[in-house]
């Protein structure tokens, strides 16, 4: 086998030496030769595909606050102007006149007493109160005992049968009386309106009718009912007599254990209110200084020495220029693709050059003012450079979706279809072939090769 194998070398080698001398002879005789020419080609790469969208906008300060004076008074000193740099606990301002600090001191130790005053008041009345509620329990149940006796008084007759008798008795003598000094009267009608004797008949008269009334009254008030208006009066009597008695011992109720839990709960409130302000006018002597709350600069001084300030006006405004974020704003058709996490490229005209990586903290899901569709998206920074101050205008690029380390050409190069596919041709052998590849990602620069290249091979440029 092994001499086979020298055999078949040799005549190989033979053949190879006979076509080189055909070859070279050949290669001897002028003639045109064609060299052909290898178009413009892209290989395939391994490469990240980013799709983005562009975001502008600015950098805005994320800490900045305003420093008041914390009650009125004259500043004695102020110790920097705006651009300052300061650090916290810094002196900026100071205070004057503790004179005027010491007599509200005072002042408010004399409302912690009043107040003290008050509140030990109603303990101390608690005794007297409680004797006037029980008084005043006693009263309302009398008053109810009677309200209660003219309410039952309406359901029993109003007479016995023997003082009905009398009254119909009484009633037939006024009757008979009446019919008596009819007659007389009658007798001595044709008299003059001036005869002594017509006169006494006629008051006669007049009296008889009078008790003939009085005795009908009588008998028909012992023989009927209570009326419906009767009944309704007594029975709101009744009921308030029952509301008051209920009332006045709910008073007593109260008072039975101290004093009432309302003027206690306002006299404590009162009490507690000066002693806070008490407590702030012992603050005022340790914040004779105002002081840097953080590192930062200052922005604004709105104050001058030797100026009364009212409490709790703003005399500066400070701000920590490291921490900034970028307010940006995306369209309407690109804002359902941003969400919280993603990265983001950020230009700033202040830095030409430079790029600055940040990551998308807030989505604020409500349209800006203005007439396009815009809404706000918020970037933090993964570094402040000392350059950038709040208000400088940014570019920013957000991604949106990646591939990182996937095959890839430039998207020009193929434009897929619906389908996702796209036909490309590819330079091998000294000839164009083309093929049908798959596209992932559509990158804003690459796309993804999912199939039908490998890395390396030259794909003819358009």
Not at 70 to 83: C, D, N, Y
């Amino acid at each position: 086998m092994k001499k086979i194998w020298i055999v078949m070398i040799a005549l190989l080698s033979l053949g190879l030496v006979a076509a080189a001398g055909y070859y070279g002879f050949d290669s001897s005789q002028p003639k045109a030769v064609s060299t052909p020419q290898p178009p413009t080609t892209i290989p395939v790469t391994v490469c990240d595909v980013e799709q983005t969208i562009t975001a502008p906008g600015s950098l805005v300060n994320t800490r900045e606050t305003k420093l008041e004076i914390p009650f009125t008074g004259k500043l004695a000193e102020i110790s920097v102007r705006p651009g300052d740099r300061v650090s916290a606990g810094q002196v900026l301002a100071r205070l004057d006149d503790a004179a005027q600090y010491d007599a509200d001191i005072a002042a408010a130790n004399l409302e912690v007493l009043k107040a003290r005053t008050a509140l030990d008041a109603l303990y101390a009345d608690a005794p007297l109160k409680a004797a006037q509620a029980q008084l005043a329990v006693a009263e309302a149940q009398k008053a109810l005992e009677e309200a209660q006796k003219e309410r039952d008084r309406l359901d029993y007759p109003r007479a016995s049968a023997a003082m009905i008798d009398e009254a119909k008795a009484r009633l037939v003598l006024a009757h008979t009386r009446l019919d008596m000094a009819q007659s007389v009267y009658n007798d001595l009608s044709e008299l003059s309106a001036e005869d002594p004797e017509r006169a006494a008949a006629l008051l006669d008269l007049s009296n008889a009718q009078r008790e003939y009334m009085n005795a009908v009254a009588v008998v028909n008030w012992y023989i009927g009912n209570p009326s419906q208006t009767e009944i309704a009066e007594t029975d709101a009597q009744l009921a308030v007599a029952e509301a008051t008695l209920a009332q006045a011992q709910a008073t007593l109720n109260a008072i039975t254990d101290g004093p009432d839990a309302l003027a206690v709960a306002l006299a404590e409130a009162t009490l507690a209110d000066a002693e806070a302000r008490l407590a702030t006018a012992q603050n005022v002597l340790t914040q004779l200084e105002i002081t840097a709350p953080f590192d930062g600069v200052i922005l604004e001084v709105s104050a001058r020495t030797n100026e009364t300030i009212p409490g709790a006006t703003a005399i500066f405004v400070i701000n920590d220029p490291l921490s900034v974020e970028v307010e940006t704003t995306v369209i309407e058709e690109d804002l359902p693709y941003v969400a919280v996490g993603q990265p983001a490229e950020v230009y700033f005209d202040a830095l030409p050059g430079e790029i600055i990586t940040g990551t998308v903290t807030r989505i604020v899901p409500k349209r800006a003012a203005g007439d396009r569709p815009l809404y706000y998206v918020y970037l933090a920074l993964e570094k402040v450079p000392p350059a950038l101050t709040a208000g400088m205008s940014a570019d920013s690029s957000i991604v949106i979706a990646q591939r990182p380390g996937v095959l890839c050409l430039p998207r020009a190069l193929a434009q897929a279809a619906a389908d996702g596919t796209a036909t490309v041709e590819v330079w091998s052998n000294w000839s164009k072939q083309k093929r049908t590849i798959e596209v992932g990602l559509r990158g804003d620069t690459y796309v993804e090769i999912l199939s039908g290249l490998k890395e390396g091979e030259l794909v003819v440029a358009k």
